[in-house]
């Protein structure tokens, strides 16, 4: 499956932004979607995931009630929408796609099949 990240760009603090990942390639809908982001100089870190269905949600307790992530299978797009943006906020964000296979978490990079290319999110104080 190809991703393809979108949305990113500037921001101030408290600011929003909304990134969407749009997959074609093989069916969408049988991939859990997760997002990772990684700021200059430091690792790739989990942000959130979703299930395959969009019942369930995982998020990094750092973005726990500010980002949310969404899923639409007949669009095959996942979303992560970012509400009260902070400067450490600041990375390259990555969609992914993972098979779904027992042991896999959702939070390990690992995890993951299929990566998309990153859009910027810059976030000033």
């Known amino acids: 499956v190809q991703l393809q990240a979108s949305g990113g760009g500037l921001v101030q603090a408290g600011g929003s932004l909304r990134l969407a990942c749009a997959a074609s390639?093989?069916?969408?809908?049988?991939?859990?979607m997760g997002w990772f982001r990684q700021a200059r100089g430091k690792e790739r870190e989990f942000v959130a995931a979703?299930?395959?269905?969009?019942?369930?949600?995982y998020y990094a307790d750092s973005v726990v009630g500010r980002f949310t992530t969404s899923r639409d299978n007949a669009k095959n797009t996942v979303y992560l929408q970012m509400n009260s943006l902070k400067p450490e906020d600041t990375a390259v964000y990555y969609c992914?796609?993972?098979?779904?296979?027992?042991?896999?978490?959702?939070?390990?990079?690992?995890?993951?099949?299929?990566w998309g290319q990153g859009t910027q999110v810059t976030v000033s104080s």
């Open positions: 390639g093989r069916t969408f809908s049988g991939y859990r």
């Open positions: 992914a796609a993972s098979v779904l296979i027992a042991g896999r978490g959702p939070d390990v990079s690992r995890s993951y099949d299929y």
């Open positions: 979703i299930s395959i269905s969009g019942a369930s949600t």
